[in-house]
């Protein structure tokens, strides 16, 4: 199943989904869950309003689906400390921002939003939306820590970005995976390395990959002795904490550098990034339980923080050339002779 069929089919099957049959329904459900809003029917509007709504949740960091069957005009009347990432599966709506002005986008892009008082959305035909809802502060937070930047400037995302680039299509991905982890057995979030991991990608992804302002103040050189030493402290940290969550910000911490240091310095010595070589280490530590017989392979999957067993046998199998499973086979066998 395609992501948009799974987003329709959970909007139609999700026992959280809520049926709306009035604007004012609308309002009151968007600024009871995502901010102070006023909605009113659009031009063009032919009858009553039916609009499916799904919430689904993990922490801080959302997902809403949303379904309108008339076009609207839509205004922000209250703030919210919250950006929101916001995928078109069918139609599309043009934003008026009080500091941007109208902004109009294409089926190809996803909008960043943040929903500023003031802020209008318009839409002119019917409409399905995913929206990725994050805490606009902790964000910003991550990011002046990042690029090391102390200044006043508020952070500010380009308003539109492209899902045909590299960069669009990665992020989109990263929330279909995502939305994958919500609308499963929401106990695998009680592991916390599938927690903390899960967040992470999406934050390094949104600091670390999308367009904004920030990542234009400042530029850092990183030496190779500095890259090499960071590496080696952050590799041996994550070697002896590999069963306990860790986020990129705590391992920065831990080897003394700034977030950006640290990204750079495994890029220039490992042409990767702390969290691929973090789950590369995990992948170690669970081909050792399958090569010891001391765990299944869903076993040693949920317990090294891989929530998806599909994913994991990929990257198990491009790691080392066999499927997990083979692994405990071989071992088996072993025994047997």
């Keep these: 199943m395609d992501f948009k069929s799974s987003i329709l089919q959970n909007l139609e099957n999700d026992k959280n989904t809520k049926n709306l049959t009035s604007f004012d329904e609308m309002t009151e459900w968007i600024s009871r869950n995502m901010a102070p809003y006023e909605t009113r029917p659009g031009a063009g509007y032919t009858g009553e309003l039916e609009a499916k709504t799904t919430l689904l949740s993990n ?46 986008g294409r089926p190809n892009q996803f909008r960043v939003l943040s929903m500023n008082p003031g802020t209008e959305i318009l839409s002119k035909s019917k409409r399905t939306v995913l929206q990725l809802v994050v805490p606009f502060s902790e964000i910003q937070r991550r990011a002046r820590s990042y690029f090391e930047y102390d200044g006043a400037l508020p952070l500010q995302f380009s308003p539109l970005v492209d899902t045909d680039t590299s960069h669009g299509r990665a992020f989109l991905s990263l929330v279909q995976y995502y939305y994958s982890l919500l609308t499963c057995d929401q106990n695998i979030f009680s592991n916390q390395m599938v927690a903390t991991s899960s967040k992470e990608l999406l934050i390094s992804a949104i600091i670390g990959q999308l ?16 890259a090499l030493a960071v590496v080696e402290r952050a590799e041996e940290y994550m070697q002896n904490h590999a069963e306990q969550a860790i986020s990129i910000e705590h391992l920065a911490k831990e080897v003394a550098c700034s977030e950006r240091t640290l990204h750079a310095s495994f890029k220039k010595v490992r042409l990767s990034s702390p969290l691929r070589v973090l789950r590369n280490i995990r992948l ?23 929530s998806n067993l599909g994913r994991f046998s990929k990257f198990y199998a491009e790691k080392f050339g066999e499927k997990p499973s083979q692994t405990l086979q071989k071992n088996y066998t072993c025994m047997r002779k």
């Design 59 to 104: 922490d801080e960091f959302d997902i809403c689906l949303m379904k309108w069957s008339q076009p609207s005009e839509s205004v922000v009347i209250g703030g919210r400390d919250s950006l929101h990432f916001v995928f078109y599966f069918d139609g599309q709506s043009e934003v008026i921002d009080p500091v941007l002005g109208r902004v109009v």
């Design 211 to 226: 367009p904004h302002n920030y990542s234009k103040l400042s530029n850092i050189s990183t030496t190779q002795n500095l």
């Design 284 to 306: 170690d530590y669970a081909k050792q339980d399958l090569t010891n017989s001391t765990s299944s392979v869903t076993e040693a999957a949920f317990k090294w923080g891989f």
